[in-house]
């Protein structure tokens, strides 16, 4: 649990979000709609962001699981993603935030080697995360600033091989629309 090994039993139809809430104290994972449809309790099961209202606690045994909790830089610093939220003023009321965090945590992972997510690609992934207060644009937004200062901090071996791609795509649009092709 946020990489530090926890020992309990749990009844059988005990669910993840109940564990960590009543059981561990970690309420930063928050109870929505007790159905999988809001994504508030999201966090990760071995680095996959899930429902944990969705998830049994025994099916989560001898899993890593990280709550909003456990995602905080030594010291309290904000993550990068964190961080890009509060600057592009997505997290407003709070209530989905930790669920969110959660969920595009692992997209700024997965995408850190690779051209930063279009704004359609971010918005199928908040698929299962509500928010009724931001509209989505503020955080959509700063995933796109978590995900390009992530690319940032990669060593420059790694981002010369898509830099490569990406100036070879627009040479190929920029010579499809000379000849008047749509790209």
């Not at 690609?121 to 299962?128: A, D, K, V």
């Not at 071996?157 to 990406?166: D, N, Q």
């Given at each position: 649990m946020?990489?530090?090994?926890?020992?309990?039993s749990a009844?059988?139809?005990?669910?993840?979000v109940?564990?960590l809430?009543?059981?561990?104290?970690l309420?930063?994972?928050?109870?929505g709609?007790?159905?999988?449809?809001c994504?508030?309790?999201?966090v990760?099961l071995?680095?996959?962001?899930?429902?944990?209202?969705?998830?049994?606690?025994?099916?989560?045994a001898?899993s890593?699981v990280?709550?909003i909790e456990?995602?905080?830089e030594?010291g309290?610093?904000?993550?990068?993603?964190q961080?890009?939220?509060r600057?592009e003023?997505g997290?407003?009321?709070g209530?989905?935030?930790p669920?969110m965090?959660?969920?595009?945590?692992e997209l700024?992972?997965?995408?850190?080697?690779?051209?930063a997510?279009?704004?359609p690609?971010?918005?199928?992934?908040?698929?299962?995360n509500l928010c009724?207060?931001t509209?989505?644009h503020?955080?959509?937004r700063g995933v796109?600033?978590?995900?390009?200062a992530?690319?940032?901090e990669?060593?420059e071996?790694?981002?010369?091989?898509?830099?490569?791609?990406?100036s070879?795509?627009?040479?190929?649009?920029?010579?499809?629309?000379a000849?008047?092709?749509?790209v």
């Open positions: 946020n990489g530090r090994p926890e020992q309990f009844e059988p139809n005990e669910l993840l109940e564990r809430r009543d059981g561990l104290g309420t930063g994972t928050k109870v709609c007790d159905t999988g449809q994504g508030t309790c999201v990760q071995d680095g996959r962001s899930v429902k944990s209202c969705l998830i049994l606690t025994a099916s989560a001898g890593r990280t709550t456990g995602v905080t030594r309290g610093e904000l993550t990068g993603l961080e890009a939220l600057q003023h997290t407003q009321c209530f989905c935030t669920g965090v959660m969920a595009l945590g700024v992972e997965n995408t850190a080697d690779r051209e997510p279009t704004e690609e971010i918005r199928e992934w908040l698929t299962g009724r207060c509209g989505y503020s955080v959509v796109q600033r978590a995900c390009s992530a690319r940032a990669l060593p071996e790694i981002t010369e091989g898509a830099a490569v791609v990406a070879a795509g627009s040479a190929a649009s920029a010579s499809a629309a000849s008047g092709k749509e």
